[in-house]
């Protein structure tokens, strides 16, 4: 070999070694990089098992507050309307206690005019006894004299004996008079006194009366201070649900920050994924029937108002779920709440999310395109019957689905 053409060798052998170790150490780097990925998803993974699994203890614990409150507040209702139907018996008896005011009034007023009666009566007969007493006292007083007064006046014998005969018939008359004026009297009296027994039974009966409503006050004041103590429970409970709904948001978001971060650590694997903007396809293909949409919702149970992150398609168990666009999947996996889930990441920060399969048949790193089966319909997870949950997320939070898909 001649000079230049050593230097040439020379020079070409120089370059393979460099580019050999260039190679070489650029594979290393990215191995390197990969395994630390790997692990650090690892990491992140278990740490969402422990976020879910706290999650899920803070969720059972919520419930069984929740079942507390739900009693305490049936107890509160029950009294309420026990206290209502007491509040009803007392003014039933207000009411009989006016009308028995009413009839005791009533009854004053008779006893009065019945003691004017009386006294009318009881003059009547002093009256006529002292009439009588007066007539008495002047026969008397005129004697002998007033019998021969009236012989001498009287035409005959038989006129002077029924003269006699009238005087005897003037008292009589008077002193009968006086018995009919006793006998007034005497009605009158027992008329008084029977209205005043009356009047005692009457109030006999209103001081019974007064005494219920007394007891029947006393009974609504325990209630209202038992109904009291119940809301004071109750706002407690309240205080407790809030604490424990405040934990679980937490860990809701620290859930959804580890799986952004798994997802960008992910996007670090694949490399950098970018959405075109094209229309998803239907995922559950010909159901398109939605029993929840996206959206605030009253829970059926708790009676709060909640956010239902996806639309829920209903379908029969086993129907096929359809990718929605192209992408790679970054979870299918399961998990109590959402039971077996795929993730997929569409690039650009959007991801499709598909909850409560039946059967998962895509893996994570799994490339898919626009409407390839990934799983089958199913219930598993929290969830009361077959169908498909569809989340669209786009920079970690959801969005409305109804952007990207539309009824076929
Ligand atoms: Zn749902």
Request: hydrophobic letters at 40%.
């Amino acid at each position: 070999m001649n000079r230049r053409v050593k230097i040439v060798v020379k020079g070409i052998l120089v370059c393979l070694v460099f580019l050999a170790v260039v190679f070489v150490s650029d594979r290393e780097v990215s191995a390197n990089r990969i395994s630390e990925l790997e692990a650090s998803i690892q990491a992140k993974e278990a740490e969402i098992d422990a976020a879910e699994k706290e999650k899920k203890e803070l969720t059972a614990g919520l419930t069984n507050v929740e079942k507390v409150k739900k009693e305490l507040e049936k107890s509160k209702a029950n009294l309420t309307a026990y206290v209502q139907e007491l509040d009803k018996t007392v003014t039933d008896i207000q009411t009989k206690i006016e009308t028995l005011t009413g009839q005791i009034a009533e009854k004053e007023a008779e006893i009065e005019r019945t003691k004017l009666e009386l006294a009318e009566a009881e003059q009547d007969e002093a009256d006529q006894y002292a009439a009588m007493q007066n007539r008495m006292q002047s026969l008397y007083e005129q004697g002998d004299t007033y019998y021969l007064e009236l012989l001498s006046e009287s035409g005959s014998f038989a006129d002077f004996l029924n003269k006699l005969d009238y005087i005897e018939q003037l008292s009589q008359y008077d002193n009968n008079l006086l018995i009919e004026y006793q006998g007034v009297v005497e009605y009158v009296s027992l008329c008084k006194a029977k209205l005043e027994v009356e009047q005692e039974v009457l109030n006999e009966t209103k001081a019974a009366a007064e005494a219920e409503q007394r007891a029947m006050e006393e009974l609504i004041k325990e209630k209202e201070a038992e109904i009291f103590a119940f809301e004071n429970d109750i706002a407690k409970k309240e205080e407790i649900i809030a604490a424990y709904e405040a934990e679980i948001a937490e860990q809701t978001s620290v859930i959804e920050a580890l799986e952004a971060a798994v997802a960008a650590d992910r996007a670090d694997l694949w490399g950098e994924r970018v959405y075109n903007g094209g229309m998803f396809c239907w995922p559950a293909p010909s159901y398109t029937r939605i029993s929840d949409d996206y959206g605030y919702r009253n829970h059926p149970i708790l009676n709060v108002q909640q956010f239902h992150t996806g639309v829920d398609m209903a379908a029969p168990g086993g129907t096929p779920i359809l990718a929605a666009y192209d992408g790679a999947v970054v979870q299918a996996a399961y998990n109590s709440s959402m039971g077996n889930y795929v993730m997929i990441d569409h690039g650009s920060g959007l991801y499709t999310i598909y909850m409560h399969a039946q059967k998962l048949m895509v893996s994570a790193g799994d490339e898919v395109s626009r409407g390839e089966q990934i799983a089958t319909v199913g219930t598993t997870g929290r969830s009361t019957g077959n169908h498909l949950h569809f989340s669209v997320r786009l920079n970690g939070s959801y969005v409305s689905p109804w952007g990207y898909i539309s009824k076929p």
